[in-house]
């Protein structure tokens, strides 16, 4: 089935729902995960010394506790931070791991509020030869 799924998180509310989605799915196919954010706010584009800013250091334990607890579970796990375009890295961290899944939670916007605000699954789904599984949060 399965043998390396990535997982974009947010940091956000919406991660708990992919994750829960996710875990029966790599446990079943004994999947190694990989967890990636790819942090995109002004400070994260701007900054010359990201790896001191407070965005980043923050980033960095959320996916710390995340890859622990998946650990916990027994999982192989590993964590990818990034930042800049969120759609442009998933795509880059799933090609270069040689992920044959992408699971990741949505908004659900639809129509305007998609051109408004985008939607970085719906560019991953457009961009990608990778399986997209996604899960409204």
Request: charged residues 25%; hydrophobic residues 40%.
């Given at each position: 089935?399965y ?37 995109d ?16 250091r ?33 795509l ?46």
């Amino acid at each position: 089935m399965y043998q390396h799924i990535l997982i974009p998180l947010e940091n956000s509310k919406t991660d708990s729902v992919i994750l829960e989605y996710i875990r029966p799915l790599a446990r079943f196919s004994n999947a190694r995960l990989t967890i990636i954010h790819v942090a995109d706010g002004f400070m994260a584009r701007n900054q010359k010394q990201l790896a001191e800013s407070e965005e980043m250091r923050k980033d960095w334990e959320y996916l710390a506790r995340i890859e622990e607890a998946l650990r916990a579970d027994g999982f192989t796990v590993n964590a990818v931070l990034a930042c800049g375009e969120p759609a442009q890295h998933i795509l880059v961290t799933a090609e270069q791991e040689q992920c044959d899944l992408i699971a990741m939670s949505t908004h659900g916007h639809r129509g305007l509020s998609d051109i408004i605000l985008g939607s970085v699954s719906s560019e991953v789904r457009h961009r990608t030869r990778i399986p997209v599984l996604t899960v409204r949060a």
